[in-house]
């Protein structure tokens, strides 16, 4: 984490926006390269993340990196984030007050970063990017622009390894996702932008 998203973290680390922040051992901001073309969107933290302050170090975080490695891609040439930067209680899933205070901290590491493609890991982190509320399995490994990224939706690797008939799917969304992202398409540039140039 080197410097934008280095000073950025300085500035959230002591977050208290809501309740979680009193129930965490580590915030848990975000790792990875900070001119990743792709960045991984979780949900929230679970208990081996809050604890050692990384995300996807757990169980799932083992598979995300075996997944990755299926398709030649390495952890520090991405970035890995979640929508919550708190471990909800219990793991239980995000509230939609928690996802509203925390959104914008995930909007500026994207800001920071400027990837070309947010995969975004199951159903929180797909409606929260897309912003609307679509299942996962009507969108999933279908690319679509939001902003100046493509948003690549893919199933969490948690409930991968909770549900093993996901696992499969999963493998083949990552042979898509790295098509899509070998095929060199760039996102158009917002309107917005177009009459700057």
């Known amino acids: 984490m080197v410097g934008e998203l280095k000073k950025f973290f300085e500035e959230v680390k002591d977050c208290k926006k809501c309740q979680l922040a009193y129930s965490r051992t580590n915030l848990v901001f975000g790792s990875g390269s900070e001119s990743a073309e792709i ?3 979780g949900e929230a933290p679970g ?3 809050d604890q050692q302050g990384e995300p996807f170090v757990g169980a799932a975080g083992k598979l995300l990196s075996e ?5 030649g891609l390495k952890r520090e040439d991405i970035y890995i984030a979640n929508v919550l930067k708190c471990r909800p209680p219990q793991n239980r899933n995000p509230l939609p007050e928690e996802i509203e205070l925390c959104k914008p901290y995930l909007f500026r590491q994207l800001e920071i970063i400027k990837p070309k493609i947010v995969s975004t890991l199951g ?3 797909t409606q929260t990017i897309l912003g609307k509320r679509v299942p996962i399995t009507s969108v999933r490994a279908k690319p679509s622009q939001v902003g100046n990224f493509f ?5 969490h690797p948690a409930a991968a390894l909770h549900r093993g008939d996901m696992i499969e799917p999963l493998r083949e969304d990552f042979i898509k996702l790295k098509e899509f992202l070998d095929s060199g ?11 700057l140039l």
């Open 39 to 41: 960045v991984f969107v």
């Open 47 to 49: 208990y081996y993340e």
């Open 67 to 71: 997944l990755l490695s299926s398709v």
């Open 123 to 125: 159903n929180f982190a």
């Open 151 to 155: 948003v690549f939706p893919m199933y």
């Open 185 to 195: 398409v760039e996102p158009e540039p917002e309107p917005e932008q177009l009459e």
